[in-house]
């Protein structure tokens, strides 16, 4: 399985970057997608899940509200709509698949295959 994150760039405050993960190979129905971030100088986080057959989503609390996780299996693609963004959403965002179990989503240890990342900036 292979990973192709895009979408990112430089937007102001308060704008919207919707963010694209192409996936090449085949991808069980339990599988979890995930999108997590990495700013500068911090650790990587977690920022939403969705099971691949769309049955759970999850988000972080801080996203909850401005970001929309979403797929579609006829392209092999999952999608992460970020609205009202702030400087503090700029960070290398990466996609990741997983096919561990629900209760282990947020840990990004469990996702096996990443992406390489697509960077989002934020200017005030």
């Known amino acids: 399985v292979q990973l192709q994150a895009s979408g990112g760039g430089l937007v102001l405050a308060g704008g919207s970057l919707r963010l694209s993960c192409g996936i090449s190979?085949?991808?069980?129905?339990?599988?979890?997608m995930g999108w997590f971030r990495q700013a500068p100088g911090k650790e990587r986080e977690f920022v939403s899940v969705?099971?691949?057959?769309?049955?759970?989503?999850d988000y972080s609390d801080s996203m909850q509200g401005r970001f929309t996780i979403s797929r579609d299996k006829s392209k092999n693609t999952v999608y992460l709509q970020m609205n009202s963004l702030n400087p503090e959403d700029t960070a290398v965002y990466y996609c990741?698949?997983?096919?561990?179990?629900?209760?282990?989503?947020?840990?990004?240890?469990?996702?096996?295959?990443w992406g390489q990342g697509t960077l989002v900036t934020v200017s005030s």
């Open positions: 990741a698949a997983s096919p561990s179990i629900w209760g282990a989503r947020t840990r990004s240890d469990v996702y096996r295959y």
């Open positions: 190979g085949p991808i069980a129905s339990n599988y979890l």
């Open positions: 969705i099971r691949w057959d769309g049955s759970h989503i």
